[in-house]
């Protein structure tokens, strides 16, 4: 797919991933509808772009239909959505204080994964409904797990089982969606300057990337949004998660 013209959601849109990618689309002439929490910066990153603002939660699972019909209504259609919403809550599987809290463990499935398959069926449906292009693509999805899901550390058990259910689904989702030329990729970063890392110091961070191949770096959000433009771009990249992170394998803590 162009970029010029693109008609994007993307959820979580107000800072980090998702807007780094909402502003190369922009600067490529495609249109943007920023999806995120009333709290965040979303009004301003979407004025910002030329786009529209959709305050809304991930976890209201059935107010989110309504909000991407309205982004939907709002682009003239849908060619692609990014979801990066997520996080997580630290705690061994079994500690000193006893077993890990379920309902802590169900807020970070919710959140990430169901959220994401939500989102994920709700925009395939509107994508359904375009006129395929010369590639016979209708549409395109792009999650976000992390490197969690391959070799998460001591205490990221609900984390790590999340995102590795993110980038499990990812070629069952695009076998299931390519009937309709619907293509679906998940981008696996491993640490970024995003959230809590935005404002570490150069002596954290170097800590933090320390196994890190090469760049010994935090990641840069426009990296990502980078990737993400190449998911959109290369009809061959379908069903596959993509690790972005400079060569690093997480250590068991």
Known sequence: MQIDGLRTILVGGASGFARATAERIAAGGGKVAILDRESSDGAAVAEGLGGTWHPTDVLDFEGIEVVIGEAVE????????????????????????????????????????????????????????????????????????????????????????????????????????????????????????TGLTAGVSDEMAANLVKDSAFPKRLGRPDEYARLAIAMIENPMLNGDTIRLDAGTRFAPR
Not at 95 to 107: Q, V
Not at 163 to 187: C, E, F, Y
Request: net charge negative; hydrophobic share 45%; with cysteine.
């Open 74 to 193: 709002a682009l003239g259609g849908l060619d692609v959505a990014v979801n990066t919403a997520g996080g997580g809550a630290a705690g061994r599987t079994l500690s000193r204080s006893g077993p890990f809290d379920l309902d802590a463990f169900r807020s970070v499935i919710d959140l990430n994964l169901v959220g994401t398959f939500n989102t994920n069926r709700l925009c395939a449906a509107h994508m359904s409904d375009n006129e395929p292009n010369e590639d016979d693509e209708r549409g395109v999805l792009i999650n976000t797990a992390s490197i969690a899901a391959f070799e998460g550390q001591i205490g990221q058990v609900a984390y790590t089982a999340a995102k590795a259910g993110i980038a499990g689904m990812t070629l069952t989702m695009a076998r299931d969606l390519g009937s309709l030329g619907i293509r679906v990729n998940t981008i696996a970063p491993s640490l970024f300057a």
